[in-house]
């Protein structure tokens, strides 16, 4: 796990974001910022707008107000031509994985390398293998539908779409919903490791305290419509917040805790 993350550069920065559903507001005032190279965790509460906030970033939903600025570049201020230029330099991994289930798993990693990086085919799909590779999947996982799969290798083949233009920031919506155990914390694994191989951020929106401490570099609590705290988790889980104190400090933290091993945050 990456220290330091507040010393490097800033690839995203939420400015001022407000979020509104009717009379509903999620979001006022937010600000947050992604660092290069960072795993970044995001928690809260049911209805904090943890998912709102990832959609605002990627592009999914458009905010009512305030400034998010990616790669030096306000998304708003783009056009749409633009926009898209900027947004091929994400990944995404919604929670439910979202194959196409008519499709291969090839057939599904090699479409956006046809349709935005316009490669044949042939090429397509040989890289379609290289990235099922990369993620852990056996060759033979290549030619089988989703149905056909169990939930982890689902979720690493939605891995390796999301990774199929070579991502600089990825963003991950509860990626470990739905595993065992030992399936989430292999992983929780492989997320480091191939952060660490190919250099890219990572937005995390997660409500599993096993994946914050294996894996992120800071956490960023969402709470009364804005960020509550953002830094280390050793700052985080030092934060006078009920809520913050029911979800590091409880049952389940405290296990948490009683079994990681020593990281130093």
Request: charged share 20%.
């Amino acid at each position: 796990m990456r220290k330091e993350a507040a010393h490097q550069d800033v690839v995203i920065s939420v400015k001022g974001l407000c979020n509104r559903f009717g009379s509903h507001e999620v979001h006022t005032d937010l600000n947050l910022d992604l660092y290069q190279r960072e795993i970044l965790g995001v928690v809260g509460g049911s209805g904090t707008g943890k998912s709102v906030l990832l959609r605002s970033i990627v592009g999914l939903h458009t905010p009512d107000s305030g400034t998010i600025e990616v790669f030096g570049e306000q998304l708003q201020a783009l056009s749409q031509q633009q926009r898209s230029r900027v947004e091929r330099r994400f990944g995404v991994l919604f929670q439910s994985g979202a194959l196409f289930s008519s499709l291969t798993l090839q057939e599904n990693v090699a479409l956006p390398l046809i349709e935005h990086a316009k490669l044949s085919r042939t090429d397509a799909e040989h890289l379609a293998r290289v990235k099922l590779a990369l993620v852990g999947l056996p060759a033979n996982a290549a030619g089988k539908y989703p149905a056909q799969l169990s939930g982890g290798m689902v979720k690493r083949a939605s891995l390796a779409r999301a990774l199929a233009l070579d991502p600089e920031v990825l963003f991950l919506d509860e990626p470990t919903a739905g595993l065992d155990p030992i399936g989430a914390a292999a992983f929780d694994r492989l997320i480091v490791t191939l952060r660490d191989a190919l250099g890219f951020s990572v937005f995390l929106v997660t409500h599993d305290l096993d994946t914050l401490y294996t894996t992120c570099d800071r956490v960023a609590v969402l709470a009364s419509r804005s960020v509550l705290v953002a830094d280390r988790l050793a700052v985080v889980e030092a934060t006078d917040d009920p809520w913050i104190r029911d979800y590091f400090h409880g049952p389940r933290g405290r296990a948490v805790n009683r079994i990681r091993p020593a990281t130093g945050q």
